[in-house]
């Protein structure tokens, strides 16, 4: 880049200011260490909205904050038995070709309905080990936190798209907890002994409430 300056021609007849090179004028030294910042690349993140009305029941363990607990009564017809009820309380043998007579029974049973939620469908990072994945989930994190009907809860299932890539262990880190307990402590093993090799662990995994900070601050120096 060329410096100009302004100078004055001090003739009588072009008093008029015109714009010449200067002798002195030189290019601007770099800025040492100074790079222009390159557009970062960003991990393909495909997310969904579950809503309460989707009914969708959690079989494993997980936060109450997640699910609605309803306790609701079923009817249980039973299968078919040698045995009937004689009316006085006992039983009698009867035999394959008599009627068998049975009462249906009635029983309570509770359960647990996912709350209103995102769900992350997909996730693929351009680079593996950059902290693209990482960024997006940050982000996603965040805009949970704030959304009032999701109030900041995050669940996803665990299939690895290949024998060699399991992201269990990637969702872990960063705070993501199995519904399935024994899952959770294959995934503490493989962090205590650094395994390489993952298991390809599948399943519902959800971030607790108290993991949620951690995960929007995660690698954050402070």
Known sequence: MINNITTMDLRPQMSVAKATPSVTSMSMPAILGFKTPQLKEKAILRVKKIKRGDNIVIPGEIDDDYVDIVEEEFEYKGKYSQYADNGGGGNFFVSKESPVLYTPRTYKRKTKYLKNCYIIDYIQ?????????????????????????????????????????????????????????????????????????????????????????KLIHYGELF
Do not use: W
């Open 125 to 213: 990072a351009a680079k593996p080990k950059c902290g693209q994945g990482t960024e997006a989930l940050k982000q996603l994190a965040e805009k949970a936190m704030f959304d009032s009907r999701a109030q900041g809860r995050i669940v996803t299932f665990s299939a690895p798209m290949m024998k060699e890539a399991s992201p269990a262990l990637f969702f872990y880190k960063l705070g993501f907890r199995f519904i399935d307990p024994k899952s959770n402590e294959v995934m503490e093993e493989c962090l205590r002994n650094n395994m390489p090799d993952i298991p390809a662990q599948i399943g519902m995994m959800y971030l607790p409430k108290n993991r949620l900070n």
